[in-house]
């Protein structure tokens, strides 16, 4: 974990605490204004413990793994056929991490991602430059859009989530219409 190669193993205070024979407080108290420097920067101790984990197969994933896991299957989904919960779901099943499809809703929402419907059409969870000059060039090449102002088109990518300028539309609709 320490130097990007894996993620972070499940382990909480209580497990470490019964396992020196100490209480839960005493290792809290311990980590509490306590850093370690490491090779990707200096974190705080406490972040070394994970309070939510999920069962696995054989291991145990940490949330914070499983978020990055769900978030990595949305960003390899096909942006007009985005993945349902449930086969997110599945997805995840496949990689070890069994969860519920609600939990994969409440995950999506950590993560400020949009169920599969709002994503097909509006995938401005994306943070991505590529993605937001391909969406603009989507909605550019509707037939509705060439009635549209630059402004009405800069309004509809806020709404969108994506934030271009009215120099980057007018830009990419010359380019559009060569």
């Keep these: 974990y320490l130097l990007n190669i894996e993620p972070l193993q499940a ?45 696995g197969k054989n291991t145990t994933h940490t949330k914070s793994y499983a978020l990055a ?8 989904e096909n942006i007009l056929h985005p993945f349902s919960d449930k086969k997110i779901q599945h997805e995840l099943e ?5 969860i519920s499809i609600r939990t994969v809703g409440k ?6 991602i949009p169920s599969a419907k709002f994503r097909k059409d509006s995938p401005g969870f994306i943070k991505s430059h ?28 806020k709404r969108l989530g994506l934030f271009s300028t009215l120099r980057q539309i007018s830009r990419a609709r010359m380019a559009l219409s060569k």
């Design 130 to 157: 590529e993605r937001s000059a391909e969406i603009l060039g989507k909605i550019l090449n509707k037939p509705w859009s060439a009635k549209k102002s630059t402004k009405n088109i800069q309004d509809i990518l």
């Design 107 to 112: 995950f999506r929402d950590v993560l400020q």
């Design 94 to 98: 496949l990689r070890g991490i069994f």
């Design 11 to 55: 382990l909480q205070m209580t497990e470490l605490a019964n396992t020196l024979g100490v209480t839960h407080s005493t290792i809290s108290r311990l980590c509490k204004n306590r850093y370690i420097e490491t090779p990707i920067g200096t974190i705080p101790l406490r972040k070394l413990f994970e309070v939510g984990t999920i069962k």
């Design 69 to 76: 896991v769900l978030e990595e299957i949305i960003k390899t």
